[in-house]
């Protein structure tokens, strides 16, 4: 379902989608310049879209697979009951079961970046997994911040509040002394 939408979201090829349309599986959707769009998906996860870019959503028993084509999407994946939620690029596979992350694609590669939770992630024929403020890019000419890869999204001082706390709890771990060792 499209929750919300600034500028124009295409349904393609067929037109224009406004806010409560819904978006069937295996359709296609793309932002135009300067638009952005919200879609919420049936198990309530929510996808930020970013202007220029295209994807579509399928299920399959194994869980809900987001093909990106190209563009930035922001992902807050709901507690998946069944599978795990994937993001497919050209070359690279997210995989989560609930957690908020950022995918760009592009002809240049993919980026993907951790607000919160973990993420698996295969890139090049490898898996690693990310955890909150990590980032894997299938070209390392791509690698920025996590800040900069969601600072496009309405929802981003969101999104830096929950990384900055997540660094000062670190950091308090870090410098928590051990306790002496048990004999």
Request: charged share 20%; glycine share 10%.
């Amino acid at each position: 379902i499209v929750a919300s939408v600034t500028g124009e979201l295409h349904l393609v090829p067929q037109g224009v989608l406004k806010a409560g349309a819904l978006i069937g599986e295996n359709e296609v959707v793309r932002t135009g310049p300067g638009a952005r769009a919200l879609l919420r998906l049936g198990d309530g996860s929510l996808i930020d879209v970013n202007e220029r870019t295209e994807l579509s959503v399928h299920a399959a028993w194994s869980g809900r697979s987001i093909r990106l084509q190209r563009g930035d999407i922001i992902v807050q994946a709901a507690k998946q009951r069944r599978g795990h939620l994937r993001v497919q690029t050209r070359d690279s596979v997210a995989s989560v079961k609930g957690t908020v992350f950022a995918v760009s694609a592009g002809i240049g590669g993919t980026l993907v970046s951790v607000v919160e939770g973990s993420v698996a992630v295969a890139q090049s024929g490898e898996e690693t997994t990310l955890a909150a403020g990590e980032q894997a890019a299938s070209n390392p000419a791509l690698t920025g911040s996590v800040e900069q890869a969601v600072s496009w999204s309405p929802d981003a001082e969101t999104y830096f509040g929950i990384l900055d706390s997540l660094a000062r709890i670190e950091k308090q771990i870090a410098e928590s002394p051990s306790p002496a060792l048990r004999t």
